[in-house]
């Protein structure tokens, strides 16, 4: 839920070497680390990137529903949000434009507690599927992947 960054100000830095999984991540002035498990050939130094993803969608969820039931003054006490990311056949997906090969799936199952009746409980799980991350992640995404233009010295 961030300001948009100016094209040349990147947000997040990852760097890493060519001889493990393991990337230094550089969001501002926050340093994670991301990693493989060791059945992946990685270190489990830190979690991978799908578990990335969804700590972002899962973050934005909560913030999301939270910010909404402080404005609205729902009585909501707290939020868990369990996300899995799996592959399934698109053929096993009913609900799903694609009808073949695979395709991703994240599950979410939120729990929001508090003296909630239950149409506060259902207007905040609709709210949950409109948090920016999720509107992302369900819409077209451009990613334009280039090298960096490197000055050239005399």
């Known amino acids: 839920m961030s300001a948009q960054q100016n094209d040349k100000t990147p947000a997040v830095v990852v760097r890493g070497d060519a001889g493990s999984f393991k990337q230094e991540i550089v969001a501002g002035k926050h340093r994670h680390v991301a990693d493989e498990p060791v059945s992946a ?8 990137p ?8 899962g973050g ?10 402080r404005r609205k ?7 868990t949000v369990s996300l899995r990311h799996s592959r399934i056949y698109a053929r096993d997906c009913e ?13 979410v199952e939120l729990d929001l507690t508090g ?10 799980m609709e709210i ?27």
């Open 41 to 48: 050939g990685g270190g489990d130094a830190g979690p991978d």
């Open 95 to 107: 609900d799903c434009e694609t009808k073949e090969g695979m395709l991703d799936r994240i599950d």
């Open 73 to 79: 003054q729902i009585p909501l006490e707290n939020i």
């Open 128 to 154: 949950a599927g409109k948090c920016p991350v999720h509107r992302t992640l369900t819409s077209e995404i451009n990613i334009r992947l280039r090298p960096v233009q490197k000055s050239s010295s005399s």
């Open 60 to 69: 934005c969820t909560s913030m999301t529903v939270g910010l909404y039931a």
């Open 50 to 57: 799908y578990d990335y993803l969804l700590t972002a969608l």
């Open 115 to 124: 003296p909630l009746s239950a149409e506060q409980h259902d207007k905040l």
